[in-house]
């Protein structure tokens, strides 16, 4: 059976980049939003990403610590119409924040933190106290 999720026939919500395809979170968000009926083009580093096959569509992506890494975040969005980008990945968060204007300028909403208190908790485990 073909779990891909294909495209609604109805744009009732915004076509979504979610990142950390591979990743439990980027797994779950993937699910809810297909489950939704939303448009979503999974991605990931690691081209055989779990996630990838969950998604209307999916694509490899530089590591965020590469020079390209947003400028491909910001192709998927023309290339496929995205509107959104919800990002799974801690690492990834501050490189977006920092290039907020290029997502903006690619037609990308986001929700990120501004980078320095991404960069302040970089962990998933990190104490509540480095946010405060």
Do not use: K, Y
Not at 9 to 27: F, H, K, S, Y
Not at 84 to 104: H, W
Request: charged residues 25%; contains cysteine.
């Amino acid at each position: 059976m073909d779990d891909r999720a294909t495209p609604t026939d109805r744009p009732t919500e915004a076509t979504t980049i979610v990142t950390g395809a591979g990743g439990a979170a980027g797994v779950a968000v993937i699910r809810e939003l297909v489950a939704r009926g939303v448009d979503v083009i999974a991605a990931d580093a690691d081209e055989r990403a779990v996630g990838l096959a969950l998604a209307t569509a999916g694509a490899t992506l530089p590591r965020c610590d590469e020079p390209e890494f947003v400028d491909r975040v910001c192709d998927l969005a023309r290339e496929h119409g995205a509107q959104a980008l919800i990002s799974t990945v801690t690492e990834e968060m501050a490189a977006l924040g920092r290039c907020a204007d290029r997502l903006d300028e690619a037609g990308l909403s986001t929700w990120l933190a501004p980078p320095d208190a991404v960069e302040a908790c970089p962990t998933n485990g990190a104490s509540p106290s480095c946010c405060a």
